[in-house]
């Protein structure tokens, strides 16, 4: 008899977990309101959430976006647990459905640039 559970528990909660990616890209971190953003690097990725590295884990809200350089979206997040230089995230109202992407992934704005013209 298992005290603390038996091996098939164990292997359903391993199998429910969503597979995570390794990916290490530089990604911001970014507040709801927008008016703090960290830089950051993205160590790895699922679809339900990330292990990204900042400078000052402390500095970093519980609730905030993960924009990730070179893709074109930003994902609302809440940090599920941190330490000194790392947290980890989990993606909010996350679905796989084409229909209810736009409930969660929200586009990053566009960033205009200067015409080459603009300083001569």
């Not at 005290?3 to 911001?28: P, V």
């Not at 703090?36 to 519980?62: H, I, K, M, W, Y």
Request: proline share 5%; with cysteine.
């Amino acid at each position: 008899m298992a005290m603390f559970g038996t091996d098939a528990d164990t292997k359903n909660k391993e199998q429910k977990r969503a597979e995570r990616h390794d990916c290490k890209q530089f990604g911001t971190l970014i507040s709801p309101c927008g008016n703090f953003t960290e830089p950051c690097l993205v160590l790895n990725q699922s679809r339900t959430g990330a292990l990204v590295e900042v400078e000052f884990a402390d500095d970093v809200g519980d609730d905030l976006m993960l924009a990730v350089d070179g893709d074109k979206y930003r994902r609302p997040a809440r940090v599920a647990w941190r330490d000194s230089f790392r947290l980890g995230i989990e993606f909010i109202l996350q679905t796989d459905t084409a229909e209810n992407r736009a409930n969660w992934i929200l586009p990053l704005p566009v960033q205009e640039s200067l015409p080459d013209d603009y300083f001569d």
